[in-house]
T-cell receptor, first 113, second 115 residues
Framework: AQSVTQLGSHVSVSEGALVLLRCNYS??????LFWYVQYPNQGLQLLLK??????LVKGINGFEAEFKKSETSFHLTKPSAHMSDAAEYFC???????????FGTGTRLLVSP | KAGVTQTPRYLIKTRGQQVTLSCSPI?????VSWYQQTPGQGLQFLFE???????NKGNFPGRFSGRQFSNSRSEMNVSTLELGDSALYLC??????????????FGPGTRLLVL
């Protein structure tokens, strides 16, 4: 069965600092991996996804993630945090056959001025 | 292009009642998936419908059911509500023909409170 582990339920950074949100996955087949962001009282918005090909994936709002098969990781980074990045971030892995996402428990990003 | 819409946005029910939630996918999308989000269990997959057929199902009791109409709109129903059913219910749509690599676009959710 597929699973996702997000290390750290809360991550605090200062505005302008590097953002690093960790995600490790378990999958018996080559995975499809996603990062979503959720703002308060809203649904989920896709930041980026990895399906095949280039292992460094660029997304919206300056975020990127690198798929590392040897480490079974898909960490999310952003070089410089902005106050508007404060939200909850979810890593997810997809079953290859169907539209079924398995989510991590989420990481709340706090950005201080 | 309009996004995924869910109605109602907020709902209050009492234990034992039943509830129906509605989801209208993005135009042209034929797959609709439902997820439950709670503080304790996080985001969990309920089921997915494609062309009016349930194609995949999560580990929820039979009180949770759904259906999809010919226009791809979907409804989910929860019967005999329990306090633990209080959650944000998210609907997501995708084209549905390319498997797990497709992006699922999420609606704003319906927040259900069971008293």
């Amino acid at each position: 069965a597929q699973s996702v582990t997000q290390l750290g339920s809360h991550v605090s950074v200062s505005e302008g600092a590097l953002v690093l949100l960790r995600c490790n996955y378990s999958s018996s087949v080559p995975p499809y991996l996603f990062w979503y962001v959720q703002y308060p009282n809203q649904g989920l918005q896709l930041l980026l996804k990895y399906t095949t090909g280039a292992t460094l994936v660029k997304g919206i709002n300056g975020f990127e993630a690198e798929f590392k098969k040897s480490e079974t990781s898909f960490h999310l980074t952003k070089p410089s945090a902005h106050m508007s990045d404060a939200a909850e971030y979810f890593c997810a892995v997809s079953d290859t056959g169907f539209q079924k996402l398995v989510f991590g428990t989420g990481t709340r990003l706090l950005v201080s001025p | 292009k309009a996004g995924v819409t869910q109605t109602p946005r907020y709902l209050i029910k009492t234990r034992g009642q039943q509830v129906t939630l509605s989801c209208s996918p993005i135009s042209g999308h034929r797959s609709v998936s439902w997820y439950q989000q709670t503080p304790g269990q996080g985001l969990q997959f309920l089921f997915e419908y494609f062309s009016e057929t349930q194609r995949n199902k999560g580990n929820f009791p039979g009180r949770f059911s759904g259906r999809q109409f010919s226009n791809s709109r979907s409804e989910m129903n929860v019967s005999t509500l329990e306090l633990g059913d209080s959650a944000l219910y998210l609907c997501a749509s995708s084209i549905g023909t390319s498997g797990g690599s497709e992006t699922q676009y999420f609606g704003p959710g319906t927040r259900l409170l069971v008293l």
